[in-house]
């Protein structure tokens, strides 16, 4: 996760920078980097490393503006060098992003032939070219970053400082969180209050699509068609031990809204996408000689495992075994000495989960972990982990921490059919493209919950709730049945949707929510006939799909639209509608949605 600080104050501000990127080391970076103006003139200094490599080259050359905002990075075009660390510059603007360009390509081949010099090998370098070809085409700050916000496709957040403009910052959201701090004659930005909290407590947040012009007397905010807007100023508690709910009502909500980000960033961390290709870090194991792998997880986890069989199955064709970590060790498996075990955890800590490591251990296996906590103890003892860069989830259900979980293990997949021979390059180029495309459908579907709190409704009258769905997204359903139980208190349950006549069906009549989770995808078919099976007991259906309702010729009770997406990631998009009406059924039965009953955020016990 990138961060974002900016600020006009009253003095020199490139140390006040550091010190609030800082405040942001919790989500890890690999470089950073600060610019400022002085007297109309534009100043930078980066460093690859540790914020204290910064923190030298200042002392060595300080930088004495008033007006600058500064930036820590984990690579994602490009590698982590000083000359791709933020911010990127032209001669007239100075520029800090997080997120991903997804056109960046065709943006930079066209600037190029234009004349414009690429010194980078990121896609933030193209805004800053964009811009400064709007300024030299005689529009002022304000007009250029609003003709190149409207070029940009992907999920970023941006702020801008340009030369001969000493009281002046423009700012961007699109997918990305982004805070504006207000202070006495001064104003602050940040990817969140944390990185505000030594300035000010006074914060608005930005909303999706908003853009907002910074000076030292306060801020004008637009939206996306450039019409002025009021965000509330609300009063932010937020020190260097508390993450902020931000303007989100509980950390749960907040948590599924940073998704598109942390995704994001996640992807990023295991793929070159300006090459459009797979870049894992050295593993414990060769996929080419492994005659499988073991998966062990718990609860939400053990989804994302689930998920994993199906990628690495159809797409590596490597066989997997996969386990409950709390039943692994007690039906006495078969290990293959040499052969290689996954876990996968949020905290790191879980207990049932730590044990089987220590189980395939003691056989001989390598093990390679996917967790959100690199100090945990499953990270400890492993050979490799593949961290999640979700940054803090607060909320006990996990949401950020799953699709990540997700997205790792996506790019494992991908990994393994290239070094089995079943993934081409060009095949490696269609996969990493659609999950770059990952984030922006994900902001996109955030963009309206309405549906939602409608549906909530009806659901809070069901005591027992079905989910369905066949393949991949049969895993999908069970995560949904486990969200709604966790924080709603309703039962619920997922099968994968060939098993509703084996059973299930007997359940269903005129007061049975069923929700199907159904992508248009080469299954699609058989969906609908089992979703006409539940049509004909009159039960409720729930259709959460890209397909119009139309095409199924059954009675829908409700349809919640999601974006089409490549059928290899719907997974991860489609995560998000099982969160929202899980924690949009919840907040209107009134529980208690961050800490849910009975339920604890590490499960350290057996």
């Known amino acids: ?27 890890g970076y690999d470089s950073a980097g600060v610019a400022t103006v002085e007297n109309g003139v534009l100043g930078r200094r980066r460093a690859e490393g540790k914020l204290r490599n910064l923190e030298a080259k200042l002392q060595a050359a300080p930088l004495m503006g008033e007006t600058g905002i500064g930036h820590t990075r984990w690579a994602t075009h490009g590698k982590p060098t000083e000359g791709n660390a933020h911010p990127h510059m032209t001669d007239e603007v100075a520029v800090v992003h997080n997120g991903i360009i997804e056109n960046f390509r065709e943006l930079k081949q066209e600037l190029m032939a234009d004349g414009a010099v690429f010194t980078s090998d990121t896609d933030t370098e193209v805004i800053a070219h964009l811009v400064a070809r709007e300024l030299k085409a005689g529009h002022d700050p304000v007009r250029a970053v609003y003709h190149t916000l409207k070029r940009l496709q992907g999920a970023f957040a941006l702020a801008m400082i340009f030369c001969g403009y000493n009281d002046l910052m423009i700012v961007a959201r699109q997918g990305s969180p982004l805070a504006i701090g207000f202070g006495k004659d001064e104003m602050f930005v940040g990817s969140d209050a944390l990185a505000l909290a030594p300035f000010t407590d006074e914060i608005a947040y930005l909303e999706d699509g908003d853009w907002a012009v910074l000076t030292r007397e306060g801020v004008a905010v637009r939206d996306r068609s450039g019409k002025a807007v009021r965000r509330p100023v609300t009063r932010s508690l937020a020190t260097a031990l508390l993450v902020d709910k931000g ?41 080419a000689t492994l005659n499988r792998l073991s998966i062990s ?27 409950i970590a709390s039943e692994f060790r007690y039906r006495d498996a078969a290990i293959e000495p040499g052969g290689a075990a996954l876990f996968i955890s949020q905290s790191g800590e879980t207990a049932d989960t730590l044990a089987t490591l220590r189980h395939c251990r003691e056989q001989g296996q390598r093990v390679l972990s ?33 699709t990540c979980q997700l997205a790792a293990l996506a790019c494992l997949a991908i990994a393994a059919g290239k070094a089995r021979g079943h993934i081409g390059r060009e095949l490696e180029a269609e996969l990493v493209q659609a999950l770059a495309e990952v984030p922006r459908h994900m902001a996109m579907l955030l963009h309206d919950e309405s549906p939602y709190e409608a549906l909530a409704h009806t659901l ?48 269903i009549d005129e007061n049975m929510p069923v929700i199907v989770i159904a992508p248009r995808d080469d299954l699609y078919d058989k969906t609908v006939s089992n979703m006409q099976e539940v049509a004909a007991r ?69």
């Open 297 to 323: 997880a718990c609860g939400t986890a053990f989804y994302a495992g689930l998920v994993a069989k199906y990628w690495f199955e159809r797409w590596a064709r490597l066989p997997i075994d996969l386990d």
């Open 460 to 507: 809070s009258k069901a005591r027992d709730v079905l989910y369905l769905g066949r393949g991949q997204s049969y895993p999908i359903a069970l995560e949904g049945a486990l969200k709604l139980k966790e924080i709603s208190y309703i039962h619920a349950e997922g099968y994968a949707a060939g098993e509703l006549k084996h059973g299930p069906i007997a359940l």
């Open 1 to 27: 996760m990138c961060g974002i600080v900016g600020a006009l104050t009253r003095g020199p501000v490139a140390g006040q920078l550091v010190d609030a990127l800082k405040r942001l080391e919790y989500r």
């Open 247 to 287: 303007n989100h009502r509980h950390f749960m909500a907040k948590e599924i809204h940073e998704q598109p980000e942390v995704v994001g960033h996640t992807l990023a961390s295991l793929m070159d996408l300006a090459a459009s290709r797979i870049e894992v870090p050295a593993l414990p194991f060769d996929f």
């Open 370 to 402: 996917i967790v959100n906590v690199r100090e945990s103890s499953i990270a400890r003892e492993s050979d490799l982990v593949v961290p999640t860069l979700a940054g803090p989830e607060i909320g006990v259900a996990s949401t950020k921490a799953f």
């Open 538 to 606: 009159d039960g409720q259906i729930v259709l959460v799909s890209d397909a119009d309702p139309l095409s199924t010729g059954c009675a829908i009770a409700a349809a919640l639209k999601v974006p089409t997406v490549h059928r290899f990631v719907a997974p991860l998009v489609y995560a998000l509608p099982v969160q929202l009406i899980a924690y949009h059924t919840a907040v209107f039965m009134g529980t208690d949605v961050d800490q849910p009953r009975n339920l604890a955020k590490s499960v350290t016990v057996e």
